[in-house]
């Protein structure tokens, strides 16, 4: 519900902010197998892929904040509920796409301080996860 309202174009400015203030709290206090659960639903892959409407500096912060917290997160298991596969169409193979990277690539050189702070987090998060690897 919160996703739905987030990506809705009716939601009025004030209440978007509220709604990415409450995603952000919930991902502070989430456990581990709660967080999982949480991302077998899909919700957040569909937020990060809808791109939602962030009317100002404080709201980008936000948006990052709740990828930053979702970077955080992540280990073996959760980083496979992040994936999503993408099929280009008929000729073409389908590809695998993590939407948390990038929608984290997008805000690495934005305006707002905080908004480039959890960009790079994310970017980090997933180097270093990737070098974990290996």
Known sequence: MLVDGLLAFET????????LQTLSILLVNVRKPTFRYVLQTGAYN??????PYLPDGDAEALYMNIQKRLAMNVDEQAAELLLMTVGHGEDEAPTVQLPLMTEA??????????????ARVVCLSGWAAAMSEE
């Open 12 to 19: 009025l400015d004030r209440v978007r902010v509220q709604l």
């Open 105 to 118: 690539i997008g805000f690495l050189f934005n305006e707002e301080n905080l908004a480039r702070t959890g």
């Open 46 to 51: 569909r937020l990060l892929r809808g791109k």
